[in-house]
């Protein structure tokens, strides 16, 4: 069983009088910025001038300032740029900065677990990450709660790197919820496979599978976007407040047969053996040198890519429903 901390076992003293550096101010950098200076702590945003999130921050009530200002004196270092710049990021203006003793943090182990970023053994290196994206981290923290958080250590030079990460935990909400003990290595590659399988990669692949074979039978696109799309995310809601026997408990019974006795047929022993290969290219890192090279070599495959499915007919159809719905609070780009 994993080891979760909560508030009792992460007290805030580790960070209390002491200077925090964010790094970034995007999905995890505003919500970890804000929520720590709420929590008592203070803290110095950094951000590229003339930006949009320069322009919030300030809007929020920082003064964002460049890197090796933000870093100054500071106790932690807290890196939310990126996956794919952290690597030039740190090489260029987090090193040369970096003093014996300090803590860097990082919300997701990428960079650290795949060796394009290796800290100067004097130094602490933490991960506290939110099992949740910025927004919620933030919200859930107005509300008096938190998000549940993953800890990991991978250098403690200090002797207090743990004592530091939980205090920062607390923070950001995440002891209201719980602390689960991880390793870098556990978290970079759970997370990968996560995204690539079922969250993001499977789910969407399945779902234009299904909305194309519908369309391809002869049934009208509203109708197929519907049964496809929109309601996944009634069938997702129940799985997330009760697992999946509360979502076979809600729905009906012809539902549930058909969930039973097909859904194996969709996700076959083929499919897993698929799963098995693409986690051996996450722990390989295999996966990790193509998405660098991509980014370096310009992201025209990854472009290509994006502006196909952003021109399909799903999403052509589903742009013109979700204006139908009010309730949907639709939100294009």
Sequence with gaps: MATIYYESDA????????????????????????????????VAV?????????????QHGFAPTDIATAMNQATLIVVTVPDEIQGQVYKDQIAPNLVVGQTLGFCHGFNIHFKYIVPP????????????????????????????????????????????????????????????????????ETDLFGEQVILCGGLTSLIKAAFETLIEAGYQ???????????????????????????????SNTAEYGDLTRGPRIITEKTKAEMKKILG?????????????????????????????????????????????????????
Aim: glycine share 10%; aromatic share 8%; proline share 3%.
């Design 11 to 42: 007290p805030i003293d580790a960070l209390k009088d002491k200077k925090v550096a964010i790094i970034g101010y995007g999905s995890q950098g505003h919500a970890h910025s804000q929520n720590l200076r709420d929590s008592g702590i203070e």
């Design 46 to 58: 950094a951000e590229l001038p003339d930006t949009g999130n320069f322009k919030l921050a300030l």
């Design 121 to 188: 053994k004097d130094v602490n290196v933490v991960m506290i990450a939110p099992k949740g994206p910025g927004h919620l981290v933030r919200s859930e923290f107005e509300k008096g709660g938190g998000v549940p958080n993953l800890i990991a250590v991978q250098q403690d030079a200090t002797g207090d790197a743990r004592q530091i990460a939980l205090a920062w935990s607390n923070g950001i909400g995440g002891a209201r919820a719980g602390i689960i003990e991880t390793t870098f290595k556990e978290e970079t």
């Design 221 to 251: 696109p509203e109708i197929a976007y519907f049964e496809c799309m929109h309601e996944v995310k009634l069938i997702v809601d129940l799985m997330y407040e009760g697992g999946l026997s509360y979502m076979r408990y809600s729905i």
């Design 281 to 333: 290219e996450v722990t390989s890192g295999k996966f990790a040198k193509e998405w660098v090279a991509e980014y370096r070599s310009g992201l025209k495959k990854f472009n290509d890519l994006y502006a196909k499915d952003y021109n399909c007919q799903l999403e052509q159809i589903g742009r013109e429903l979700r204006k139908m719905m009010k309730w949907v609070n639709a939100k294009e780009v």
